[in-house]
């Protein structure tokens, strides 16, 4: 069973930055792509960034691309996102998630295509 844990969340006024850790247990961590998602009230969760399993490819949505930075340190089980420049519209509660498949090459912004979740951090931006 593969946990992971997020950390980092809290209230921040725009243009402040945050960074959000997501630590996983297991030792297979480094043999998948992990994701970023976010969910705001009332809204869909939608994709924010993922990174490859060994760390050298990093996909972002177009709504936080030049903002957020993912990353990753496999000795340490854990992935990361940078967030700065935050705006309003970045309030959501943050969730990071585990690829489905083990070496998987690409990209994919569907949540379905992620098998295990953490419990979510909160970030609320203020305006």
């Known amino acids: 069973q593969v946990q992971l844990v997020e950390s980092g969340g809290g209230l921040v006024q725009a243009g402040g930055s945050l960074r959000l850790s997501c630590a996983a247990s297991?030792?297979?961590?480094?043999?998948?792509?992990m994701g970023w998602f976010r969910q705001a009230p009332g809204k869909d969760r939608e994709f924010v960034a993922a990174i490859s399993w060994r760390g050298g490819t990093t996909y972002y949505a177009d709504s936080v691309k030049g903002r957020f930075t993912i990353s990753r340190d496999n000795a340490k089980n854990t992935v990361y996102l940078q967030m700065n420049s935050l705006k309003p519209e970045d309030t959501a509660d943050y969730y990071c998630a585990r690829r489905a498949g083990v070496y998987t090459i690409g990209s994919t912004n569907t949540p379905r295509e992620y098998d295990y979740w953490g419990q979510g951090t909160q970030v609320t931006v203020s305006s």
């Open positions: 297991g030792r297979t961590f480094s043999s998948y792509a």
